[in-house]
Nanobody, 123 residues
Framework: VQLQASGGGLVQAGGALRLSCAASGRTLGNYAMGWFRQAPGKEREFVAAVKWSGGSAYYADSVKGRFTIFRDNAKNTGYLQMNSLNTEDTAVYHC?????????????????WGQGTLVTVSS
């Protein structure tokens, strides 16, 4: 069972990136997929989550209206579309899966993580 995150990179402020998180070896119907980020010297913080069955999405206040999380059941892949990026979005982004009845904003509840992908937003 693995999660493979990709899509990070360097982008100018105001730009956009799309992160992907491909799941292999597990069907996600009883899970949600979430994204957290960790900037240098800061704690890991919740960004967004999507319930795999039904697609309900949840966002941190800091990204509402700019980021969109969604999933592709056929590809068993989740995505985080990030628009209007600013320098405060610079961080390593991590995807994870959590049982669907858990608190999606608590990293401790996640039972599987992908490797991080670095997003750097330049001014």
């Amino acid at each position: 069972v693995q999660l493979q995150a990709s899509g990070g990179g360097l982008v100018q402020a105001g730009g956009a990136l799309r992160l992907s998180c491909a799941a292999s070896g597990r069907t996600l119907g009883n899970y949600a997929m979430g994204w957290f980020r960790q900037a240098p010297g800061k704690e890991r913080e919740f960004v967004a989550a999507v319930k795999w069955s039904g697609g309900s999405a949840y966002y941190a206040d800091s990204v509402k209206g700019r980021f969109t999380i969604f999933r592709d059941n056929a590809k068993n892949t989740g995505y985080l579309q990030m628009n209007s990026l600013n320098t405060e979005d610079t961080a390593v982004y991590h995807c994870g899966v959590v049982p669907k009845y858990s608190n999606y904003a608590i990293a401790y509840d996640y039972d599987l993580w992908g490797q991080g992908t670095l997003v750097t937003v330049s001014s």
